[in-house]
């Protein structure tokens, strides 16, 4: 008998990104990885990366694709519950509960394999990331884009949104026992131009809201939203009014998203420079907006084919020495 030691085989660990509508995107991934016969063994995911990525660990990934692909404008506004702007415009407990129909598990210790999300401690700027504990909480911190939906209270910390530290955790699929990551970027060229017309565009008929542009109405939805709630301070309204007539200027969500996005990019560029992968997949994705969920099939197809095109390079486990 030989006296090697049998090398085990490598474990292999998906790190999901951040990127909103984008993120559908994942779905078509993970359909690309199951067909390829690759085992996943740890999950590690950055805000709808971390949704996501806590369905397919409770595996329940195809219920919630359906969810998505069902979206219409009646379903897409029942998740937002708009609330006072104290913290964040909406307060994200109507998104909870959707998660929670497709996890039973309680806790992510109960989950099929282990996962991790990502958020950031909004006082310290740190990174957080969350491998136990109550799983609706750690998705719904990792969700929390900050401006939009409001932050998240766990253990004595204000959590946000993970993508604003890490948006592909790589490292994190690694502390988890990965030996091969392999990470889905969704924020690859992002055309941030986009983000400063998404909000423009007129009222529609309800006729209108049926057809394919639903999600661009729903951004001008919440836009207006703002205004009645801006509306109670008439006199600052008016001299507003007076002057953005005069120079018309993006509103703060155009600039709240577009600042995310060109921030996201840097810092994605940055960590996947450090923390190398040993997969890639980009799939371009930079014409979709912030909220064109009502775009799913085309995302999920987009997701589905840059993956197969990748999934080729995935190293192959090192079988065991013969006795």
């Given amino acids: 008998m030989s006296g090697t030691v049998p090398v085990a085989p490598r474990r292999v660990g998906l790190a999901l990104g951040s990127g909103s509508a984008r993120g559908l995107a994942h779905f078509g991934v993970l359909r690309a990885i199951e067909e390829a016969g690759i085992a996943v063994d740890v999950i590690a995911g950055t805000s709808i990366g971390a949704l996501i ?37 909406i307060d994200g407990t109507r998104i909870a509960a959707m998660v929670r129909e497709h996890i039973p598990s309680a806790t992510i210790e109960a989950l099929s394999r282990p996962y991790a999300a990502v958020a950031t401690d909004l006082a310290t700027g740190e990174e957080v990331v969350i491998s136990s504990g109550d799983v609706i909480e750690a998705v719904r911190a990792s969700i929390s884009v900050p401006g939009i939906f409001t932050p998240v209270r766990r253990n004595g910390r204000i959590l946000v949104d993970g993508g604003l530290v890490n948006p592909v955790p790589v490292a994190v699929a690694r502390a988890l026992g990965a030996d091969v990551v392999i990470a889905v970027d969704l924020n690859h060229g992002i055309v941030v131009g986009k983000n400063l017309t998404a909000w423009r565009s007129p009222r529609v008929s309800g006729a209108a809201m049926r057809s394919p542009g639903w999600a661009r109405s729903l951004q001008q939805g919440v ?73 799913a099939e085309e995302i999920i197809e987009i997701g589905y084919r840059s993956a197969v095109a990748h999934l080729a390079e995935v190293p192959a486990p090192h079988p065991p020495d013969p006795p």
């Fill in 53 to 89: 990525g806590a369905v397919h660990a409770a595996g329940r990934l195809d219920t919630l694709a359906a969810t998505f692909r069902a979206l219409d404008w009646p379903r897409m506004v029942a998740f937002f519950d708009v609330v006072l702007p104290k913290s964040g415009l």
């Fill in 223 to 295: 836009r207006d939203v703002t205004n009645r709630l801006l509306a109670r301070d008439l006199p600052a309204v008016a001299r507003l009014a007076r002057w953005s007539a005069a120079e018309p200027m993006p509103s703060i969500f155009e600039v709240l998203l577009a600042s995310i996005n060109i921030m996201e990019t840097t810092i994605t560029e940055a960590r996947l420079t450090q923390d190398r992968p040993e997969i890639l997949i980009r799939p371009p994705l930079g014409h979709i907006r912030f909220l064109d969920f009502d775009r």
